[in-house]
C-alpha cells in the first residue's frame, strides 16, 4: 500500500505528541523494511551508516549523494521517514535554507539540523549563527507547507564540549528559533537527560541511545518522546561482519556462523515487501 509523503508528515507529527517512540535508523532499503516488518512505527536515516555502506567514513558523503539516499529510503517504506541532514551540508543559514528545501522534497517526514562544524578549531557553531540556521530551516520548510517536523540538535557532548548549560541555552534559543524537536547527542546521565526534557518543554525531546544502559521504559519516564539509535544498528550488522570476517581470515574458522539469522528469516521480510 502506497502511502503519501503528507499521510506520513502527518503521522510523524502525532507520534511526537504524547508517550515515547522508538524511532531506530535503518542504512538502506533492506534495513528498513526489516525493521517495519519488526514493527517500527517510525524510522531515521543515519549518516554514518550509509557512509559506511558505500566505502565512505561520517562526513564523507555529498549533499547530492545524501539526498538520493533520502529519496530512496524515504519510498523504501510506508512509515515516516526522519532525515539525519548533518549540518544540513552548509555553514551559511541561507545555504541551509536551500538545503533544507531540497532535503524536504524527498519525501522525508522530518529532518535533523545539527550544530555541530565538522572542524577541530571550532567545533560548535557560534551561537548567533547556530540559532540563525535553526530560524533559516524553519522558515524554508513553512515555505513549502509541507508540515515536516523540524528537529535542531546541540551536538556538544558528542564533540567534547561538555557543558550542559550551554547545551540547554542553546536547545532553548532553537526551540524558540522554531524547532519542532530538541536533541542533544551524548548526554551522560539520566539527571541530564531529565533536565533537558524540563528546559525545552512542552517541545519534546529525543535520545540517542548507541549501547547497553537505559531502557525504553526508563527514558519515557523522565519524560523523552523519541528514542532514536544512530549508527548503532549498523555498527552491530558490521561487528558481527568484522567477527565472522576475522576468524575466517585469521583462523580459518566458520564457527561464528553457527549465531547468524537462519536464510529463511533474513528472506522473508524481502519476499513480502515485493
Known sequence: MSVSASAKR???????ESGCFVLPNPWDAGSARALKKLGAKALASTSAGYAWSIGRPDGGVSLEEMLAHLTALAAATELPLNADF???YADAADTVAANVTRAVATGVAGLSVEDSTGRADQPLYAFDLAVARVKAARAAIDAGGTGTLLSARSEGFFVGVRDLDETIRRLKAYAAAGADCLYAPSLPDQAAIAAVVKAVAPKPVNVLVGGPGMKVAELAALGV???????????AAWGGFMTASRAIMEEGSFQPFASIEPFRNMNAPFKEAN
Open 225 to 235: 518522546r523519541r528514542v532514536s539509535t544512530g549508527g548503532a544498528l549498523a555498527r
Open 86 to 88: 548533518e549540518h544540513a
Open 10 to 16: 502527518a503521522e510523524f507529527r502525532r507520534l511526537h
